[in-house]
């Protein structure tokens, strides 16, 4: 199949994998991906229903009639074009609506194939179609009964989905047929049932078709009849959009910059947008989504590692979720795993809070920015007013102005620094009672980002990027209360941690654990000043012996470990953080190397952002940054677009070449 990125002048292309696919969303929890056959259960049109926090998919797929063989797949980012033999399809998801827009080249007859269902339940009983017209539109309405109960009574309906469709041909014939799939990812991963039956529903002929989904049939219809009205502005709208985010200022360095070859400029545009795709911003409910298919829901770890990325894309959502993260503290000093409507787990995460203030730290330093703006401005002001001429009424006025909005500015400043300050104050009050034993940092089994438990593998104790992470909150406060507690508790712990962890080659991954895990370059990155560069290159060059894999990545594991798995086992736990390779800690850990020595590390960086930009431009969701590869070879593995590998790409752009 040929993959091709097309960016107006900026145009990429190359043969890939046969099976490659695509995934857009709506920015309201929704999204939509097709590969050139359904292989897997989380491929369709999906609705996201905000007030359970619940996905739902709807159509499992949609296939040209006659013209099956993809040969090209075409991302233009905020829609993407398919060529099945002579037949091109368009595929637009507009944002803040629950629809589909589906075009075609030419007229042509299409299959519609249907499996509503909520996206963790693959029960097979229960399931009603029922197919009408009503207002110009097609309207398909599904009920889920609870398994095996045919009553009508409605307290046995477990949910009700309609699917509204409009055509530009409104010609459609009753398929009304059962067929049988075989997910062939979904078995690769061992994710059960890999055989399902969906519904072959409709033949629809046209060139212009709307999908629109609610729980309230005349929404749907509406919403359909709307689209198809409204579509060349929507479409606008839709290109407007995304010329917004090439606007940024960000992009614009990296894209006007003569020596980053078209690879990267690609894949750093696919990084924004894809991250951009996984922001929920509706008025009652807002978030980030981890990633999709499967962590739709609003991880804390997960935004705040991905925050200063976010920032760059939408600073004001990005500043909206940190400080009601900074508003979410607990007594004990954490912040929950799951915020918004999202029902908590009984899981917790020992490393949110600590991500949350290295992340106030990016507010603090652009405020400190800021302030020396303000500060230079204030001298100009005052030369103003040394000078003659300053008598002069508009001047005055002038002068008047920017006073006012320079105090409203510093006050704005000192209200931020303030809810820091106190919530900082907070959480390290509630972490040394709760979550501090001989003074390092402590968490449960399975609360770190490592957070699976295999041969009793599970992480529990002191491990060293929570004592970076703590030591980072430390001097954070020091800075912003000047109070020399928290300067002492700095030292004390660093010199502790040096003493237990540090043997003059490697960062312990524990306390009394000397496993050698990506972990170490996560404490670089947070709290630098923990060991001399000439000890950090000692650090990372021992750490790459036993974690790097020629392909351009490293393993979750000391490839020596006995638990070291190299093929990646799906839901099978085995190799998830004892193996797989994953592409956020991947670019963390070559932005790291960039600081400590970019001449001594240059290969292993190179190597990364190499074998990065491969996997977002032609492996599994063209475009999107995945979550994981095997340790063997490079793959993409996981979740089709993983916030923080889109966030962290990103950094190491941004951080390499500037």
């Not at 199949?1 to 994998?17: C, D, F, P, Q, V």
């Not at 004390?492 to 490697?506: A, I, M, Q, T």
Request: with cysteine; glycine share 4%.
């Amino acid at each position: 199949m040929e993959i091709t990125h097309n960016l107006g002048s900026l145009r990429i292309e190359k043969h890939a994998e046969s099976n490659v696919g695509f995934l857009l969303t709506n920015n309201k929890g929704g999204y939509c991906s097709f590969f050139n056959k359904p292989i897997s259960r989380y491929h369709g049109l999906f609705y996201f229903d905000e007030a359970k926090m619940s996905m739902y998919r709807f159509i499992e797929n949609i296939e040209v009639v006659g013209s099956n063989n993809v040969v090209r797949l075409k991302n233009n980012f905020y829609f993407f074009e398919r060529k099945r033999d002579s037949v091109v399809e368009f595929f637009l998801m507009p944002k803040h609506f629950n629809a589909l827009v589906y075009e075609l080249n030419a007229e042509n007859e299409i299959d519609l194939f249907l499996d509503c269902k909520n996206s963790y339940d693959n029960s097979d009983f229960g399931r009603y179609y029922d197919i009408s017209e009503e207002q110009g539109c097609i309207v398909i309405k599904f009920i889920k009964k609870i398994d095996g109960n045919e009553s009508i009574n409605n307290k046995s309906e477990e949910f009700t989905l309609n699917l509204a469709i409009k055509s530009d041909k409104n010609i459609y014939a009753k398929n009304d047929r059962w067929v049988e799939r075989h997910y062939s990812y979904d078995e690769e991963r061992g994710s059960p049932p890999f055989k399902r039956y969906v519904y072959d529903a409709l033949r629809l002929k046209g060139t212009k078709l709307i999908f629109s989904i609610s729980t309230n049939k005349n929404d749907a219809i509406k919403e359909c009849e709307y689209l198809f009205n409204n579509l060349e502005a929507v479409k606008t709208k839709e290109k407007e959009d995304f010329v917004k985010i090439l606007n940024k200022e960000s992009l614009k360095r990296i894209l006007k910059n003569k020596k980053i070859n078209n690879i990267i400029k690609i894949g750093y545009v696919n990084a924004h947008n894809s991250l951009n795709n996984l922001i929920v911003d509706n008025k009652s409910n807002y978030g980030l989504m981890a990633g999709l298919p499967w962590f739709f829901q609003f991880w804390s770890r997960d935004a705040l590692i991905s925050l200063k990325s976010l920032l760059e894309i939408d600073r004001g959502f990005a500043e909206k979720v940190l400080f009601d993260y900074l508003n979410g503290i607990n007594d004990d000093g954490r912040i929950l795993n799951l915020i918004g409507k999202n029902t908590p787990t009984d899981l917790e995460s020992a490393d949110s809070h600590g991500w949350l203030f290295f992340r106030c730290n990016e507010i603090f330093k652009m405020l400190n920015k800021n302030k020396e703006l303000i500060n230079s401005i204030k001298i100009s002001i005052k030369s103003i007013k040394q000078n003659k001429s300053a008598d002069s009424p508009k001047i005055k006025e002038s002068n008047k102005k920017f006073n006012l909005t320079i105090k409203k500015k510093e006050s704005e400043y000192r209200k931020i620094i303030y809810e820091i300050e106190s919530s900082l104050e907070k959480s390290l009050y509630g972490l040394l009672k709760c979550h501090t034993k001989n003074g390092f940092e402590l968490n449960a089994p399975k609360e770190t980002w490592m957070d699976t438990d295999f041969e009793n593998d599970n992480r529990n104790g002191s491990r060293i990027e929570m004592q970076a992470l703590r030591l980072h909150m430390y001097k954070l406060m020091f800075e912003l209360s000047q109070n020399r507690k928290y300067k002492v508790l700095e030292n004390v712990l660093k010199n502790k941690v040096r003493e237990k962890f540090w043997n003059e080659n490697n960062l312990y991954d524990g306390l009394g654990d000397a496993t050698i895990r990506p972990n170490v370059f996560i404490a670089a990155y947070v709290y630098p000043e923990l060991l001399t560069k000439e000890e950090w290159e000692v650090c990372s060059e021992n750490a790459l012996k036993n974690l790097w894999l020629n392909w351009g990545g490293l393993s979750s594991i000391d490839k020596n470990n006995p638990l070291f798995t190299e093929k990646s086992t799906g839901e099978d736990i085995r190799s998830y953080h004892r193996g797989d390779s994953w592409f956020w800690i991947n670019n963390l850990a070559a932005l790291t190397l960039n600081r400590i020595n970019n001449k001594k590390f240059n290969n292993e960086i190179k190597k990364i952002i190499n074998a990065s930009s491969e996997e977002i431009l032609w492996k599994g969701c063209i475009g999107c940054h995945s979550e994981l590869s095997s340790a063997k070879e490079l793959s993409s593995k996981g979740c089709f677009n993983q916030a923080w590998s889109n966030a962290m790409y990103i950094e190491m752009i941004d951080e390499v070449f500037f």
